[in-house]
């Protein structure tokens, strides 16, 4: 599918304004302490509060569960994510994302099977790399046929390349561009580029290169700001989750005069 008829698929626009909401810590991870109960319902206040400030879709991530297991999590994280996941999607009729980490993609594509969402945020899809984590291999071909095995083909994967919290001297001889032709042609229905850490913003020369190189939806993963959306005019979304928390801190409440500053900036860009 051309990636404008992709974007429209999914998204119902041309472009997507995709906010972040980092989910509580879950179960069984280090620093949970809040009932599950009021994880949800923190979620599904965010999950409203991007609605009415016009954002086009949402993502829901575990990353407040550091450190973060490698590849797989406990049933008990792909549970609660799902009654999440199933919790937003009831309040908020958005496009919803999700993503598991760290590269736990399967259970990202079970999640969203189960609570009716329409994407997942992949890493390690295509190569290999060095992460917080330790070295993540390439996922694809057992996760592709993980989803049509679970009648999973209608939520999308979206690929991380080059990702953010990595060294990538194993495939310095890999130029972006030719990483992301690599997730196009191991079937990524989209791929995602960013900078170097969180809250960092992309090289608007990468996102500008990769767009230009691949036939499938580019996103802009991290950094983003109200000043920096128009740098990126080749991008067909735009991932947002740093700069919309209080103090531009990720691990802080949504702050809903942020969040509205990039819905602005975004819709102006329209």
């Known amino acids: 599918m051309e990636r404008n008829a992709t974007m429209t698929h999914l998204f119902g626009a041309r472009r997507a304004l995709i906010g ?3 989910v509580g810590a879950l179960p069984g991870t280090p620093v949970a302490g809040a009932p599950l109960e009021r994880v949800v319902e923190t ?6 509060a991007y609605r009415d400030c016009g954002y086009t879709a949402l993502m829901i991530e575990n990353m407040h569960d550091r450190p973060y297991l490698k590849g797989a999590v406990g049933p008990e994280v792909v549970a609660a994510m799902t009654v999440v996941g199933r919790e937003v999607r009831r309040e908020v009729a ?7 980490l760290a590269g ?4 990202a594509i079970a999640v969203a099977l189960a609570c009716g969402g329409t994407f997942v945020r992949a890493e390690g899809f295509v190569f290999a790399h060095v992460a917080d984590e330790g070295l993540i291999e390439a996922s694809a071909g057992e996760l592709m046929r993980y989803r049509r095995a679970i009648g999973a083909e209608q939520v999308r994967v979206f690929a991380d390349i080059k990702k953010k919290h990595s060294a990538h001297a194993l495939t310095a ?3 972006i561009v030719e990483t992301a032709r690599a997730a196009e042609f191991f079937l990524a229905d989209g791929v995602v580029v ?13 996102v500008e290169a990769v ?3 691949v036939g499938i939806p580019t996103f802009v993963g991290s950094g983003l700001t109200p000043a920096n959306l128009a740098a990126y005019p080749l991008a067909d979304g735009l991932i947002v989750g740093s700069f919309v928390k209080r103090d531009g801190l990720w691990s802080n409440p949504l702050d809903g005069e942020r969040a509205q500053a990039v819905a602005a900036a975004f819709h102006a860009l329209r």
């Open 104 to 107: 736990a993609n399967r259970a």
């Open 94 to 100: 958005l496009p919803l994302g999700v993503q598991v």
């Open 194 to 206: 960013t900078g170097p850490v969180t809250a960092r913003a992309a090289d608007t020369a990468e």
């Open 43 to 48: 979620a599904v206040a965010e999950a409203r």
């Open 211 to 213: 767009a230009a190189g």
């Open 20 to 22: 972040m909401i980092h």
């Open 173 to 175: 001889d890999v130029d």
